[in-house]
């Protein structure tokens, strides 16, 4: 068994791998999330983060200590519990998210790149693992063209992101009718790479 204090001296990856063959020291590793030193707090969060990825019935137990996490004041912690609750719908067979589906997209609406980033980068996977959220993601994913953010740039960047998640479960959507017009026109977008994006997945659809 390890202290949380032997986090800010060791890689997640390794940590995880020891706490998912002795779950025993999870709890070690939930409170220094909490710690008052940034390389424990944050090497924890990261950790809890691979485990979510490799073993997610390790955590699905402690969901409300994630769902609480995502009011942290600070940032990286609220990230990284973002990430674990998308990784957690694998497994969520109490339909948990559902319940808080409209508090996690309502973080699009925050103003910052990074925050939208997080939810659009999970959308896919939390689409693909609830297959009846799939409308309800698309509806929200399409909102991202007028939410507020810094600059256009980021706009563009978070366009770019959004036409990802629309790519990976495309196969799954049920009305394309409503997410072709939002690729067409990003066709046009003056950032190359999301241009491009745009571009490869019109391709995409037109070969099906």
């Not at 020891?18 to 999870?26: A, F, H, S, Y």
């Not at 790149?113 to 980068?121: E, R, S």
């Not at 394309?176 to 659809?205: G, M, W, Y």
Request: with cysteine; proline share 3%; net charge positive.
């Amino acid at each position: 068994m390890f202290g949380v204090d032997v986090l800010k001296n060791t890689e997640s990856e390794g940590n995880a791998e020891e706490i998912m063959k002795n779950p025993k020291t999870l709890r070690e590793l939930l409170a220094g999330v909490s710690s008052g030193n940034p390389k424990t707090k944050f090497w924890s969060a990261k950790t809890l983060r691979t485990i979510s990825e490799r073993k997610p019935e390790i955590l699905y137990s402690e969901w409300k200590f994630f769902v609480d996490l995502l009011d942290s004041e600070n940032n990286i912690v609220k990230w990284n519990a973002m990430d674990i609750i998308a990784n957690l719908t694998k497994i969520d067979s109490r339909n948990k998210f559902d319940r808080l589906f409209k508090k996690f997209y309502g973080y699009l609406h925050e103003g910052s790149l990074i925050t939208a980033g997080h939810v659009v980068d999970n959308s896919a996977k939390i689409a693909l693992s609830k297959p009846h959220l799939q409308e309800a993601i698309t509806k929200e994913l399409l909102k991202v063209e007028k939410i507020p953010l810094p600059t256009e740039e980021c706009r563009n960047i978070l366009i770019g992101k959004t036409i990802n998640a629309f790519q990976a479960y495309h196969d799954k959507i049920k009305n394309k009718d409503e997410i072709i017009p939002f690729v067409k026109r990003q066709s046009h977008n003056s950032r190359n790479a999301t241009k491009t994006k745009a571009e490869r997945f019109l391709k995409k659809l037109e070969e099906q």
